[in-house]
């Protein structure tokens, strides 16, 4: 049934080990996150409109306006995924959009692929119909694919499903179920870059060394099937140095910078067993794992050098409807 007004959430998420190497085939292990994205979308006239904080977006009669070029960077491949959707599915003139996030933008959170995710289901329960998981995360990577050219899928998978899991792309993925709750560090190091600028950063550099490139995902192969063995017993002490493993390939192929440095050094001597970036790295965010009791004590050491840092829980569900 057709409503006035629908609201949905998606989840933001961290890679726990395996990005870029996964653009490449390899399996990558990646866990949703307590920040969401929450979506409402309500009928209107004509025409659509999007707004995200101060930004907005606004498209009548063939004509876009918007409050600033960076509302337009920001909300155009969103108003592509709506007007795609209104066309589909039909049933409304005219849709508003209204955006609202607790999750850092352009720092390797998903955050893009988890408003397009809420957006697709706040829209597609607007218009009456349910969407199958499979068809939010086809809507969401049509949007992740405008935003960052050559995307694996993943931040649409994890958005969509929610919980940890593995992903290998096209599309092949298993869930974990975790022995307890799992806790993290993050660090949002406050530098902002674009997904798709790195992911090509990392082309350039897999097609300038093709044998050394083939090596660091080998050697990334055999430390995912470790990796996947410390979530069984949730084994923090190794699961921490794999990710300082990990770290030093994603440093090795040009991703990291001196800030990440920083933070997975302030972190590991306040007490994380391992620390690394998370996403597509050129800044964004740095995630640890400590014990948990650790976790608040840490937070506070290193919330003097690195004030935006906070205690993650994973495992979070994946994009809903929000009765209001
Ligand atoms: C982005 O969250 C992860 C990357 O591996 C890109 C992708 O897999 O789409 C950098």
Redesign the pocket.
């Known amino acids: 049934m057709r409503r006035e007004r629908a609201k949905a959430s998606a989840p933001g998420?961290v890679?726990l080990w395996?990005?870029?190497?996964?653009?490449y085939g390899s399996t990558?292990v990646v866990t949703a996150i307590d920040c969401r994205v929450d979506v409402v979308c309500s009928l209107i006239g004509e025409g659509v409109s999007i707004r995200s904080g101060r930004a907005v977006c606004s498209k009548r009669g063939g004509v876009v306006r918007c409050s600033s070029s960076s509302a337009w960077r920001t909300l155009h491949p969103l108003m592509g995924l709506v007007e795609a959707m209104l066309s589909e599915l039909g049933g409304a003139d005219g849709v508003e959009v209204v955006i609202s996030s607790d999750m850092p933008r352009g720092a390797?959170l998903?955050s893009s692929?988890a408003v397009s995710a809420a957006t697709a289901k706040a829209l597609s329960t607007l218009l009456g119909h349910e969407l199958s998981p499979s068809d939010v995360k086809r809507w969401a990577m049509r949007a992740?694919q405008e935003i960052?050219g050559?995307?694996?899928?993943?931040?649409p998978h994890i958005t969509t499903v929610g919980g940890t899991l593995t992903y290998r792309?096209p599309d092949t993925w298993e869930g974990i179920e975790l022995p307890s709750s799992l806790r993290l560090l993050v660090i949002d190091t406050g530098e902002r870059r674009s997904?798709g600028k790195?992911?090509e950063k990392?082309s350039r550099f897999a097609a300038e060394n093709r044998t050394i490139f083939e090596e660091l995902k080998a050697f990334y192969d055999e430390l995912v099937k470790e990796a996947l063995d410390t979530l069984k017993t949730l084994d923090l002490k190794r699961m921490g140095e794999l990710m300082r493993l990990n770290q030093l390939l994603l440093r090795a192929v040009g991703?990291s910078t001196e800030d990440i440095e920083r933070a997975v050094e302030v972190l590991q001597r306040s007490g994380a067993y391992g620390a690394k970036l998370?996403?597509?790295?050129g800044g964004g965010c740095v995630i640890a794992v400590a014990e948990d009791d650790e976790l608040e004590k840490i937070c506070e050491r290193t919330s003097r050098a690195f004030p935006r840092v906070w205690v993650a829980r994973c495992s979070e569900p994946g994009v809903r409807v929000e009765e209001e």
């Open positions: 998420k890679i395996g990005e870029h190497f996964v653009v990558a390797g998903g692929a992740e960052h050559r995307p694996s899928g993943i931040d792309r997904t790195l992911v990392v991703v998370t996403g597509a790295g």
